[in-house]
């Protein structure tokens, strides 16, 4: 146990140092005042100031990555719907209408518009309402970068994504 007077706890300070391998404070040089021991509340600070600078990116990166699997995940519901609904109709014309109205719904569902996306559909072989003709839809996503406000001339993107599906035209309808 440590002696309790303050004369007698100073060798047991400095011999406690030497025994952690810290450094034994010899005091200050003669004729220069004692050096600040601690600096007050500039950890907050610091804290403060790094956390912002390194997590406002991560978490914009983390909401950026998931708009795009967002619009992933809504052409490949949109391409199959319209695939779907196209060879369930018995006209070509009413059918690429059906098939474009199908996929913008699905699009919407996911909360992307309709001015971002692109379909095209093609048929093999070349009459789309013959039984047993393979109807392809691809639909393509443009999504916007979260929270830029655009002007109408400039735009950035994320990414764009695709999705392709096929279906047969059956015999029966």
Known sequence: M???SPNAVQPFLKRFREVLCLPVDTGP????PAPATREQGSAVVEFTFLALL????LVYF??????????SFAVVGAADQAAKVYVAQTHTQSAQVAAEQAALIALADYGHAAGNAQISTSCEPSDCQAAGTAVTVTVNLTVPLPFVP????????ASEVEASSTQLVGRFR
């Open 2 to 4: 440590p002696p309790s």
């Open 29 to 32: 040089a003669p004729g220069k």
């Open 54 to 57: 390194l997590m406002v990116p």
């Open 62 to 71: 983390i909401i950026t990555m998931g708009q795009i699997q967002g619009g």
């Open 150 to 157: 655009f002007v109408d001339g400039f735009r950035l993107n």
